[in-house]
């Protein structure tokens, strides 16, 4: 049980399952004048994070206007300490501050919040290679938008390993990261990137430890997957998008003209050759009009395996082909509430904590409700 400030009273873990969910789906509104968050990249875009009342961070969607009204997002509003927020006049929430390494300038000449940022409050990301092949030939996935970044000036095209090694050593020095996520657009090379992401990971071991997580597709030899295992990398993930091939052709058709299911459970299954249960893991989109028992019964498939399902809320992106998409989850918080239960009980029933996994975006959870699910399903 956690507290609710706000309250007083104490939040199960059915409400904080529920907290996380709408926050995810709905998002919020801010105050006129206030930033909404960062734009463009691989991952979630248009989201601040912030801490919860259970200690964890989040990943909000910030809205405004009629996306907002389409959401339904309740209002964030500052309080009179700093970085103190409360959600909908019901929930204090604390925002994660922004990180004294963006100020910072790397040795060859580049901010290095242009080559990392701060995930969550302790996880260091950085997308090696801002671009993707599928934009080449417009058959990119239509919620990415992986080349924006780069295209308005925010970050380079790709980064280098000493630039990387060198972040890395100075945040880990100053405590502000616990573990780094590399991730990558799919280079016009067999090796679907592995190669770069190999280097990278080098690169970070010869001045730290930390936990390494990755992202990838499939690579047209599988036996490459071991290349990264021997870089020192800890937890990959390898990515299908979704399990209905209807949904994957239609959001995602250079993926899905690249490499089907069977091509993916034959990699998740070579990458557990090297890494832990859970520390192999694939994101699954909610919220794109799939099919949820087709969804539920393939994380069950192969959560029995020992690859963990990242199933997270869709979050339209500026930029992308997604913009203005209204996902099939909006106004059914009740229905995704309980889909994320049995989400949880999935990854409970097969022994998967997703804060047990040693780094990358599930130990990282500020997109996904996952930890709250896995934790609902204990307690039930």
């Known amino acids: 049980m956690v507290q609710n400030e706000v309250t007083g009273e104490e939040l199960s873990s059915e409400e904080m399952l529920r907290l996380k969910v709408r926050l995810l789906t709905e998002g919020a509104t801010l105050p006129k004048g206030y930033v909404t968050g960062r734009k463009g990249g691989a991952g979630p875009t248009g989201a601040r994070y912030f801490i919860l009342?259970?200690?964890?961070?989040?990943?909000?969607?910030?809205?405004?206007?009629?996306?907002?009204?389409r959401f339904n997002s309740a209002i964030l509003e500052p309080t009179d300490s700093e970085g103190v927020w409360i959600y909908d006049s019901k929930y204090t929430i604390t925002e994660v501050p922004t990180p004294?390494?963006?100020?910072?300038?790397?040795?060859?000449?580049?901010?290095?919040?242009?080559?990392?940022?701060?995930?969550?409050?302790?996880?260091?990301?950085?997308?090696?290679?801002?671009s993707c092949r599928y934009w080449d030939t417009n058959e990119?996935?239509?919620?990415?938008?992986?080349?924006?970044?780069?295209?308005?000036?925010?970050?380079?095209l790709e980064k280098t390993p000493s630039q990387i090694a060198e972040i890395v050593k100075e945040t880990v020095d100053a405590g502000t990261i616990k573990n780094v996520l590399l991730t990558t657009g799919?280079?016009?090379?067999?090796?679907?990137?592995?190669?770069?992401?190999?280097?990278?990971?080098?690169?970070?071991?010869?001045v730290s430890k930390i936990p390494i997580a990755v992202q990838f597709e499939p690579p047209e030899d599988l036996n490459l997957i071991k290349e990264i295992a021997d870089a020192g990398v800890n937890a990959v993930g390898i990515h299908i998008e979704s399990f209905d091939d209807a949904i994957r052709e239609e959001f995602c058709p250079g993926k899905f003209r690249y490499a089907g299911l069977e091509k993916y459970d034959a990699a998740w299954k070579k990458a557990l050759q090297f890494f832990d249960r859970g520390d192999v893991s694939t994101f699954i989109l909610y919220g794109l009009g799939e099919d949820e028992e087709?969804?539920?019964?393939?994380?069950?498939?192969?959560?029995?395996?020992?690859?963990?399902?990242?199933?997270?809320?869709?979050?339209?992106?500026?930029?992308?082909?997604?913009a203005n998409f209204i996902p099939s989850y909006v106004n059914r918080l009740d229905d995704a509430v309980e889909f994320f239960k049995r989400i949880g009980t999935i990854l409970y029933s097969n022994l998967l904590n997703p804060r047990l996994t040693v780094g990358g975006c599930s130990r990282c959870g500020s997109c996904t409700p996952l930890q709250e699910a896995y934790e609902w399903a204990e307690n039930h």
Do not use: W
């Open 53 to 69: 009342p259970n200690g964890r961070s989040c990943g909000i969607p910030i809205r405004k206007g009629k996306m907002a009204k």
């Open 100 to 130: 004294e390494f963006y100020g910072r300038i790397s040795e060859d000449g580049v901010e290095y919040k242009k080559l990392a940022l701060l995930h969550g409050s302790e996880c260091m990301a950085t997308t090696v290679l801002q």
């Open 140 to 156: 990119q996935c239509k919620f990415c938008t992986i080349p924006n970044s780069q295209l308005s000036g925010n970050t380079t």
């Open 186 to 206: 799919t280079p016009d090379n067999p090796d679907a990137g592995i190669g770069r992401l190999a280097k990278i990971a080098r690169g970070i071991r010869e």
């Open 294 to 322: 087709v969804t539920l019964q393939h994380c069950q498939r192969i959560a029995s395996i020992g690859v963990l399902p990242n199933v997270t809320p869709v979050r339209p992106a500026p930029g992308s082909q997604l």
